[in-house]
C-alpha cells in the first residue's frame, strides 16, 4: 500500500517512518499541489494539515480510501466529493485542547498588560516614555465571551474563570441555559456585552465572516478581540477599516484569512494586532501525539477498521466501503 504525506507542520516525520516501516507501506511526502497531484494518483492514503485537498486533488486520486487529518478543523478538504469517491475522511478533534486555550489566554493576557509594546519600547531605550495605557482593564471586572462552546472554548472558560473573568458564551448547538457554569447567552448578546471576545468555532458557510461590520459595530469600545481558530471567521477587510477608528483595544490572531500573509498586510500596520503563524496547536507533545494517533487511525482504515474521528459517516453507505 502506499501513502502521501501532502504536508506537515514539524521538523521532520522520524515518527511517521518509524510507525509504517515494516508495515509493507510506501511512504511518500508531496512538494506541492503539481506534484501530490501527481503522487497521489496511485496511493491508498493519505495524510494532510494545511493543503487544501480540493475536488481536483481527489478526483486524481484512483486508489485513494482514506484521508486523515493532521489536527481538528477539516475546512480544507472537500468532504462532498471525498463521500462521494468514498474516500473516508477522519481527524483527531481532541489532541490540544490546553495548548490552544492557553494560546487564545496568553494573547489576551499579552495584550491586556501592553506587553509586546512596551517590551518594544524599553528595547528601543525608552523606558520612561512608556505611558501608562488607562485602557489596561483588571480582569476580576471583565467578561469573556466565547463564541463556541466546544472542547477549545470550555477549556479557556474554566481557566478564565480561576484568573477571576465573568465567563458568557454563544453556541446554537447548546440547548441549556446554562452549560458547564457558563449562561449560554444569544449570539448578539454576547458580542455586544463583552470586553474580550474570543472565537472557537468550525469555519462553515454559516461561520465565515461571523465578525464583520455589523459586529465590529456592535462590540463594546475596548474590546480585545482573539481569534485561534480559522482566519474566514473575521472579515479582514472590516477589520482593518474598524481598527482606525481606534475603538478596539487589540486583536489578536493566530490563523489569517490569507494562509500566508505578505508584511503588506493592512492589519499589520496596527501595534495593537498581534499575530501568530497558527502555532497554537503547538507543543512538543501534542505535536507527537498528533503524529503517531493520525497514523494509526490512518492504518486501522487501511485495514478495514471503522476511524474513531470519522468526518464523512455517509460514506459507509458507499458500495466500495466495508468497514468495521
Ligand atoms: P469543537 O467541535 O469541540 O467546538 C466547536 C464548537 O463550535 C461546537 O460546540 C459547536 O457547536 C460550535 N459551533 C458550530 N457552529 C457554530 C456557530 N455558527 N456559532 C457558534 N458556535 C458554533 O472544536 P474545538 O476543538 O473547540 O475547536 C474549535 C476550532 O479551533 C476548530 O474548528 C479549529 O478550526 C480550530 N483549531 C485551531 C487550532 C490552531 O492551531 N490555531 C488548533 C486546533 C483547532
Redesign the pocket.
Known sequence: MKIVISDYAWPNIDIERNFFINKSIDLDVSSGKEDLIDKIKDADGLLFCFEDINEDVLRSAKNLKAAQRY???V?NINIKVATELGIVVSNI?DY??DE?SD?ALSMILAINRMIVPDSKMVKLGKWNDVKKNNRVFRLTDATLGI???????RRLANKAKALGLKVIA?????NEQVYDGVNILP?DDVVSSSDILSL?????K??NH?ISYKELEKMKDNTILIN???GGLIDEKALSEYLKSGKVRGVGM??MEDHNPSSSNPLFEYENVIVTP?????SQESSEELQIRSCEQLYGVLNGNKPKFLINPEVLNHPDVNLT
Do not use: K, N, Q
Open positions: 489536527g481538528i478543523g475546512d478533534p490540544c485542547i490552544v494560546h463564541i463556541g462552546f466546544g472542547r477549545i472554548g454563544y453556541d446554537p448547538y447548546i449570539f472557537h468555532v468550525p469555519l462553515t454559516e461561520t461571523l485561534v481558530s480559522r493566530d490563523v497558527h502555532t497554537a496547536f503547538f
